[in-house]
């Protein structure tokens, strides 16, 4: 039998509802044949579908506003924390934002180090997306 991987992703505030959670559950649903365990962590899980398991927000200190203005996405690093939510093996993070139209098998078996897709906006400079 196939290792339980994760599929994760992050809801906070008010630009997402529990519509964008549930759509991406079920694309992933769909495009992944790996046994999975998919975790939102949130502030609000009002309306996510029962198989969606629902994990409170990492705590995490904002960045000063120097830095906090230019990305609001900074919360994202509190997933890096040794033993959240008790995940074990291979984490996918996933924006709720994305549309999945194939496989995502390939990102399970790719590498066992860390991999993070270069961000498409600033080609070579070594930056992640």
């Not at 991987?5 to 044949?33: F, I």
């Not at 899980?45 to 198989?51: C, E, R």
């Not at 900074?74 to 291979?90: D, P, S, T």
Request: net charge negative; aromatic share 16%.
């Amino acid at each position: 039998m196939a290792e339980l991987v994760n599929v994760v992703c992050l809801k906070w505030g008010s630009l997402y509802d529990a519509r964008y959670v549930n759509n991406l559950y079920n694309m992933v649903s769909r495009h992944l044949t790996l046994p999975f365990r998919f975790i939102c962590f949130t502030d609000d899980d009002q309306g996510f579908q029962s198989d969606i398991e629902s994990q409170p927000l990492p705590e995490f200190p904002e960045p000063p506003w120097e830095y906090g203005r230019f990305c609001s996405a900074w919360r994202k690093l509190a997933l890096f924390r040794e033993g959240l939510a008790n995940m074990q093996g291979k984490v996918l993070f996933l924006d709720l934002d994305v549309v999945i139209i194939d496989s995502l098998d390939p990102f399970f078996s790719f590498s066992d180090a860390f991999a993070m897709v270069e961000n498409w906006y600033q080609p070579g400079r070594h930056a992640g997306q």
